[in-house]
């Protein structure tokens, strides 16, 4: 039995990809920390009852910025594969945390790595880069394209990304980066600007609320299913070497568009109920992201079967269930 160590196995991506593991017969090891709080909800239907047999996803309480408590772990575990999915993935937050940022998503990176290496175990490592590193560098982008990052979220994950081509040239490492663009789902967290605008609606379509207030409205995204793109991750690491993939649509949508789509999900104009708050606008503004993934389909065979409008439905039709 194979068995997979997944870092944000609690987050939007862990909970998909863990399904999908358990799904193909994996062994499933999740990093957690400790909280005073049950964080566990997205994964909470996945799990038995630890005394019944077969018992196939484990939690372990750490911490990114642990390396001790990460080589151990990596050492006990011993997996076949690691998914390092686990950081601070706010741009905005970053901004105002841009410290602790850097820890968890650059050196806690680093440190996952370290882990594998001095624990000397034989495992394929995947690093979940993201399109924001590309930044201020106009599209389409893909694996060539330049770097120019936009936030100290984007710096941090760059760096999270050299690291990892570092570790796969100098020590020869089975390491990978997925440069994945904006990927949404019913389990996206609640301030991220989609889930916002969906949960919005569900609220102001029953009456609870009146007003959204979103920043900027014309920055331009390439916005895919988060259930389809982790199994793009899984097929990175059955290949024969490490390497680096853009997974997208290669199609953008404004910010209006989104919201658009989803107050007209429930027959409602979004210019009555969206307002501007300055407040969320970002400091150095990304302005277009829309990836070019013709390396990931031409060598992983993997391609995205949802749209960005039909995503913008299937989440504000969750959120409406979740509403009732």
Do not use: C
């Amino acid at each position: 039995m194979k068995k997979a160590f997944i870092t944000g196995i609690t987050g939007q991506d862990g909970s998909y990809l863990a399904e999908l593991l358990l799904e193909k017969g994996y062994e499933v090891h999740g990093l957690i920390r400790r909280s005073s709080n049950f964080n566990t909800q997205r994964i909470d239907h996945l799990f038995q009852d630890i005394h019944e047999t077969n018992q196939r996803l484990f939690l372990h309480y750490g911490d990114l910025i642990d390396g001790v408590g990460l080589t151990n772990l990596i050492r006990a575990i011993d997996p076949h594969e690691v998914y390092n999915l686990g950081a601070q993935s706010h741009v905005q937050v970053s901004f105002s945390m841009p410290q602790y940022t850097a820890q968890v998503d650059a050196v806690g990176a680093v440190g996952l790595l370290e882990a594998i290496r001095s624990a000397k175990v034989n495992t394929r490592y995947y690093q979940a880069s993201t399109s924001e590193m590309f930044g201020a560098t106009p599209p389409p982008q893909n694996e060539e394209s330049l770097f120019r990052p936009q936030s100290p979220y984007a710096a941090a994950k760059l760096m999270a990304y050299w690291s990892t081509v570092n570790y796969r040239e100098g020590y020869g490492m089975h390491a990978t980066n997925g440069i994945l663009f904006n990927h949404e789902s019913p389990r996206r967290g609640e301030t991220f600007v989609t889930r916002k605008i969906t949960r919005a609606v569900a609220e102001i379509a029953n009456g609870s609320k009146k007003k959204l207030f979103l920043g900027n409205l014309d920055a331009v995204r390439d916005w895919g299913y988060a259930k389809e793109y982790v199994e793009s991750m899984w097929l990175m690491l059955q290949q024969e070497s490490g390497s680096d993939y853009v997974v997208a649509t290669g199609v953008g949508a404004t910010v209006r568009d989104f919201a658009d789509a989803s107050f007209s999900r429930v027959g409602l104009n979004w210019v009555d109920h969206v307002e501007i708050d300055p407040r969320y606008i970002r400091p150095t503004e990304v302005d277009a992201l829309i990836g070019d993934a013709s390396k990931t389909r031409d060598m992983l065979g993997w391609a995205p079967k949802t749209q960005w409008k039909e995503l913008a439905e299937l989440m504000v039709d969750s959120d409406l269930q979740n509403y009732k």
